[in-house]
């Protein structure tokens, strides 16, 4: 089973970008903490862009993956093409966010990716992401047992 991590704009800078918000952890520190709580069998390859077409290129290259994880920053509020990427690939997607976007400004309230993922995971802090990691084995594991 292989899964994408994929962070978008900003997300570079992860424990060192606003730490009473998004924490001390770097990006790096996800990708061990991440490596470490897959269980056997799963494949997880991560990526981190700040640039939206480059985010598309890897939603494309992760076409018939088993799940994508995808934070993609102030986009998931903006992109259109992102949301148009998610819809065109085969490949399961979660929304994650670190923070709670419901409990901050009211530009955040609105995610224009949320309607054509799996679902949407907010708030968990890094958490969010092993969260999604496992609500996509669930969701591989159902369609396939
Ligand atoms: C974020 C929330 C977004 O609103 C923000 O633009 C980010 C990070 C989060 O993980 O909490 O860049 O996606």
């Known amino acids: 089973m292989r899964i994408l991590v994929l962070n978008g704009p900003n997300l570079n800078l992860l424990g060192r970008r606003e730490p009473d918000v998004y924490g001390h952890v770097s990006l790096k520190g996800l990708a061990t903490d991440m490596m470490l709580a897959k269980p056997e069998g799963v494949e997880i390859s991560f990526k981190q862009s700040n640039h939206e077409g480059e985010i598309i290129d890897a939603l494309h290259d ?3 993956y088993e799940g994508v994880i995808l934070n993609a920053g102030a ?6 093409a992102i949301r148009d990427a998610i819809s ?14 419901h ?22 802090g890094l958490n969010s992401y092993t969260l999604a990691m496992h ?4 969701h591989w594991r159902n369609r396939h047992d």
Not at 75 to 80: E, F, G, K, R, V
């Open 88 to 101: 065109a690939i085969a490949a399961p997607v979660v929304e994650v966010h670190i923070s709670n976007v």
């Open 135 to 138: 609500a996509l084995i669930e």
């Open 75 to 80: 986009y998931t509020h903006t992109s259109i």
């Open 103 to 124: 409990a901050r400004e009211v530009f955040r309230h609105e995610s224009k990716l949320a309607g054509v993922c799996l679902g949407v995971i907010t708030g968990f």
């Open 62 to 64: 992760a076409y018939d």
